[in-house]
């Protein structure tokens, strides 16, 4: 989803954005707007210029009016909306409390922004005059004023971080950027400290440079400090304290540290700390802030040694406010307290009795000659006082040098000239007490002076800004204090003029004195009043101790006890040459030798500070001003809490009403043309989206649409000036209601705008894939293509030289051949061993195919027998010695072949029992029916056959008629025709037997196998051709005689010869 920000400006500061639920959040009133989007945003931003005021003072309607000034301060007070501009002029009140509005992504927020196009914050201001010294390449300096409290230090501080965060740096200007920052907790531990209106009351003006080279990084810094308030060494009002540092080292410093400074962990003991009664204060932690400045120091590059010898200074200045004297009779003061000496002496390295001589003395020049004069008591306690105040100020001073010399910009390659600066000055601002002395006098008399500048620098800017654009000038009426300060400055008859004459003046020359001489002098200035010069009434609220001075802000009346005293800072002679002898390196730096022998007298402080006043002026003269006006809402260092009547005295003697009144002059508001255009253009057609034209016709059309009349604007060369707020907020309300379309505008838009990116994304990376995906299919195709090509190539190279010896072009040729014959093998081999078929080999296989043929045939072979059963083997081996005995020798065996041999022709209910009981224990194996043919007359007679395991045997029904054992059986002998005859031929020595035994059998084949196999008389039988010859007993033979005819007939021939004629069935 896009961001969706709406932004109020410059009447309140709604700036909305989705929070992470969705809900919309207004950052700066911290409230969170309903989830109802746009028309909650919409109501919330018309209304909010009701609720939290304008942003800028100059879009006041009632500019003039002081009421409606401070309601709209308090209405953007109460929504923590501390900060308010007057134009550039940026107005703050101190919300003293934390505010989320200082973190990184604030500071982001602001960086590189128009000033204008969001809230009013110290961070516009910081990066505006950023922005500006980096574009127009001019000094910049950010004058921060306001009373004591008021959240001057603050706002700097807040400034110099803005810089260290956003400003480019690299690792020097790290370096640069931390001792920057570090140099801050320094100087509050020694220049600030807690008085009744501020716990961290800066005590000095600080005036710092922060120099930013061509890149803008920033790469060193130059402080200049102004009038420390040196008086609080030695005295604080009650609820005051002295600077932070001494609280630190006491409550913060380690143990042995204490001992070695001869320092006790107690404020109490110190003279110097216990004057305001105030040694605790809840906001401040001495011990923690002890730990900070002490890490400060060493980041600004203080050595160990350094260290040492500046807590030595500040731990002399404690011990020598418990020197205590006492009175001689003659009046003379000595010292009571003889280890307070020693310490002293020990730590700022002089000798104790030279130290001591010069606290109890003082050295005049009389008639050319040098004597020691002592002191009573009086005299000793203010010169002992006179010194803690010169040493610690003295110190400071040297410290701000130190400070400079770290933060001096290194690089000796670009001089100065090619580094740009920023100047900000966190100075005391306006001050009224109920007593006022030299100090306030001082202080009130820089913000004059600042005073001044500012309205100087504001008129001529503002009058230079109509020159520029061509508008008319139209004088305005302002107070202008010059008066003030010349009445303070001026030579002669300036009032620091008349402070130094009475000091320098011989004689008896007292504050009183100097009151009269003021009187006399300037007691006719419409702003200077004493008691003698007053209106009764005004006399009962002074002094007669007391001059009025009516300043800008307001009338102050300042008490003149301890003016001359404090301008003349006087420091005996002797005690500056004790100093000068110092062991301390810091004190050395300090008290300087030159000194003592220059004659001149030392300027006043009120002439030292003028000059540094005059100096500053001219620096802040040299830059481009941006202003923070710092204000309290009230004394007690509440938050929350809004004292009209202190914001009344503030608003006032800060002068905002007299600059406001000077902004708002001429016109209300202006703006560049580009920003306006660019700001409105959504409310007229002709300028939506975008004018292609000059812009001040743009700008010019824009406002005709709008309905301005003309004396409500001005067109200038480069901007518009509106008169009116009304005006603008009427065109504000306008693009309040504009942007709700607009958003849904621009939604649908973005919306559009996303969806069709991301379906060309989609179609894009879709076409990519498929691209990419039919290059892969391609380029395979392309490869198998090729490859095809080759084989094919190769093939026929190979077919080319098939007939060679192998060599490279016909190997592929050959393997093939080799391997598809195998193949081919591989995918007919012959099933069965009856299946002859065998591919026919390559000629180089022709060898390797026979071997394959025969162990294939082989492995059938064995498969086959390995698979086959006892009967079909027991039928087969017969089948065998058939074939051995009658293959192609008897021409009915080939018909016998194809018919399986049964076990026996008869089973035993074919056969008569008696035989079978004859034949007993002897096994039976094979039984045929046979017809027998006697031996004389070859008469055929029906006789069974029986085979058993010793002998054939004859049955004729039950009888057994003959029975030749296997041993008394000489052959079998039959013809090689197609008969059925068989002759028994049997031993003739067996007189039992009647000779040899002709039969016939059917199954002739089948029989004459069995009876070999049971006689083991295989090779006995025997085939014959023409005739068989038999013996017939007792000598006698009989002869059987075959031929071929037509037909099967047996019968006994005329020549007494059985004659069998017998079909051919098998031709040869
Ligand atoms: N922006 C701020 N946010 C929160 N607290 C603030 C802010 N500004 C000032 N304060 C509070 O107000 C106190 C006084 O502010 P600061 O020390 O800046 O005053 P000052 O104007 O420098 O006074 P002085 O003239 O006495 O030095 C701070 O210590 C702090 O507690
Ligand atoms: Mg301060």
Not at 102 to 109: A, F, G, L, P, W
Not at 900 to 915: A, H, Q, S, Y
Request: with cysteine; hydrophobic share 35%.
């Amino acid at each position: 989803m896009m961001e969706l920000k709406i932004q109020l400006v410059p009447t309140g500061e709604i700036i909305l954005s989705p929070g992470m639920n969705g809900e919309s959040y207004c950052h700066s009133c911290s409230k969170a707007v309903g989830s109802d989007g746009v028309r909650v945003m919409m109501e919330s931003a018309l209304t909010a210029r009701d609720r939290v005021g304008v942003q800028d003072f100059v879009l006041l309607e009632n500019h003039t009016s002081e009421v409606a000034f401070i309601e709209n301060l308090r209405k953007r007070f109460k929504e923590n909306l501390i900060y308010t501009y007057i134009g550039s002029v940026l107005v703050s009140v101190n919300p003293y409390k934390d505010l989320e509005i200082y973190t990184k992504q604030h500071m982001e927020r602001y960086r590189g922004v128009n000033f204008y196009e969001v809230s009013p914050h110290i961070y516009a201001v910081s990066d505006n005059a950023y922005r500006s010294m980096r574009t127009e390449r001019r000094d910049q300096c950010i004058l921060i004023s306001g009373e004591s409290g008021a959240g001057k230090t603050e706002a700097s501080k807040k400034v110099l971080q803005y810089y260290a965060v956003t400003c480019p740096a690299s690792d020097q200007v790290q370096t640069v950027k931390d001792r920057l920052l570090q140099s801050n907790p320094v100087l509050e531990a020694f220049g600030n400290a807690k008085t009744l209106r501020n716990d961290n009351s800066s005590r000095f003006g600080k005036y710092m440079d922060i120099q930013f080279d061509f890149k803008g990084a920033p790469v060193g810094g130059h402080i200049l400090n102004y009038l420390l308030e040196k008086s609080r060494v030695v005295h604080q009002s009650h609820g005051e304290r002295n600077f932070h540092i001494f609280y630190q080292l006491i409550e913060g410093g380690e143990e042995d540290l204490l001992r070695r400074l001869g320092l006790e962990r107690n404020t109490q003991q110190y003279q110097y700390l216990i004057k305001g009664n105030c040694p605790k204060v809840s906001s401040i932690n001495d011990r923690s802030d002890w730990k900070a400045v002490r890490k400060a120091l060493t980041v600004i590059g203080f050595s160990e040694d350094e260290v040492e010898e500046l807590l030595n200074i500040i731990a002399s200045v404690l011990h020598l406010g418990n020197v205590q004297f006492g009175g001689e009779d003659s009046g003379n003061a000595y010292i009571t307290t003889d280890t307070q000496i020693k310490y002293l002496a020990r730590l700022i390295g002089v000798d104790s009795s030279v130290l001591k001589e010069a606290l109890t003395h003082k050295k005049i020049t009389a008639k050319g000659e040098e004597l020691m004069s002592p002191l009573n008591q009086e005299q000793a306690s203010s010169a002992r006082d006179a010194l803690s105040k010169a040493i610690y100020g003295r110190t400071f001073t040297w410290l701000v040098n130190k400070i400079n010399d770290s933060l001096a910009y290194q690089d000796d390659a670009y001089s100065s000239k090619n580094t740009s600066v920023i100047g900000l000055l966190d100075i005391y601002g306006f001050e009224v007490f109920q007593n006022n002395s030299f100090e306030q006098f001082c202080i009130n008399y820089c913000n004059e002076k600042l005073q001044q500048l500012f309205i100087e620098l504001t008129l001529k800017s503002e009058q230079e800004e109509y020159e520029a654009e061509g508008i008319t000038w139209e004088p305005v009426q302002y107070f202008n204090n010059k008066i003030i300060c010349d009445l303070v400055e001026e030579k002669f008859k300036g009032i620091i003029s008349i402070l130094d004459e009475e000091c320098l003046r011989p004689g008896d020359a007292s504050d009183i004195t100097f009151l009269q001489k003021l009187e006399d002098t300037v007691g006719g200035h419409a702003h200077f009043l004493t008691h003698k010069l007053a209106d009764g009434k005004t006399r009962k609220v002074m002094g007669r101790d007391e001059f009025r001075l009516l300043h800008y802000a307001g009338e102050v009346n300042y008490n003149v006890n301890g003016f001359l005293d404090k301008n003349n800072d006087l420091l005996f002679r002797n005690l500056k040459e004790v100093m000068c002898m110092s062991e301390n390196k810091i004190l050395t730096q300090c008290f300087d030798r030159e000194e003592l022998t220059d004659k001149k007298r030392p300027e006043t402080t009120a002439t030292q500070f003028k000059t540094s006043l005059t100096k500053l002026m001219e620096i802040l003269m040299s830059k481009e001003p941006s202003y923070v006006r710092c204000m309290k809402p009230n004394d007690a260092k509440q938050a929350g809490r809004f004292d009209e009547v202190l914001i009344r005295h503030q608003v006032k003697y800060l002068g905002l009403m007299e600059n406001l009144r000077v902004r708002r002059a001429g016109f209300a508001y202006r703006r560049r043309y580009e920003i306006f255009l660019q700001r409105y253009k959504s409310l007229c057609p002709d300028t939506w989206p975008n004018w292609d034209g000059r812009l001040v016709d743009g700008v010019s059309t824009l406002v005709k649409h709008l309905g301005y009349k003309p004396e409500e604007y001005k067109l200038g060369r480069s901007k518009i000036f509106i008169r009116f707020p009304k005006t603008l907020f009427a065109t504000e309300d306008a693009l309040e209601v504009r942007k709700h379309s607009l958003a849904t505008q621009l939604q649908s838009s973005w919306k559009g705008y996303s969806q069709k990116s991301k379906y060309r994304k989609l179609r894009h990376s879709a076409i990519l894939i498929q691209a990419w995906w039919r290059g892969i299919l391609a380029r395979r195709r392309a490869q198998r293509r090729r490859q095809a090509a080759d084989t094919i190539r190769r093939f026929i190279k190979g077919f080319m030289y098939r007939h060679q010896p192998r060599c490279p072009e016909n190997e592929y040729f050959l393997d093939y051949v080799r391997y598809s014959f195998l193949m081919k093998l591989h995918r007919n081999l012959p099933k069965t061993v009856l299946d002859k078929s065998w591919p026919t080999p390559p000629p180089a296989l022709t060898e390797a195919s026979e071997h394959l043929r025969k162990l294939c045939m082989q492995n059938m072979v064995w498969k086959y027998c390995k698979n086959i059963s006892p009967e079909w083997k027991h039928q087969m081996e017969q089948k065998c010695v058939a074939s051995e005995i009658f293959k192609d020798k008897k021409d009915n065996y080939p018909q016998s072949v194809p018919k399986l041999f049964v076990g026996t022709r008869l089973n035993g209910e074919d056969i008569n029992p008696k035989v079978l009981q004859t034949l007993g224990s002897e096994k039976m194996k094979y039984a045929v029916p046979v017809i027998k043919y006697d031996r004389k007359g070859y008469k055929a007679r029906a006789r069974q056959l029986l085979l058993t395991s010793n002998s054939v045997v004859i049955v004729e029904d039950a009888k057994l008629k003959q029975r030749i054992d296997y041993s008394a059986l000489k052959g079998i002998s039959v013809s090689s025709l197609s008969d059925g005859m068989f002759v028994l031929h049997v031993l003739c020595e067996d007189n039992k037997q009647k000779g040899d035994v002709v039969l016939q059998s059917d199954h002739v084949i089948e029989t004459l196998t069995k009876a070999a196999i049971c006689a083991e008389k295989i090779n006995n039988i025997n085939i014959n051709q023409g005739s068989i010859t038999f013996t017939v007993g007792q000598g006698k033979e009989g002869i059987i005689d075959f031929i071929s005819g037509s037909e099967l007939l047996i019968a006994k021939a005329k020549n007494g010869h059985l004659s069998v004629t017998a079909p051919r069935l098998n031709s040869r």
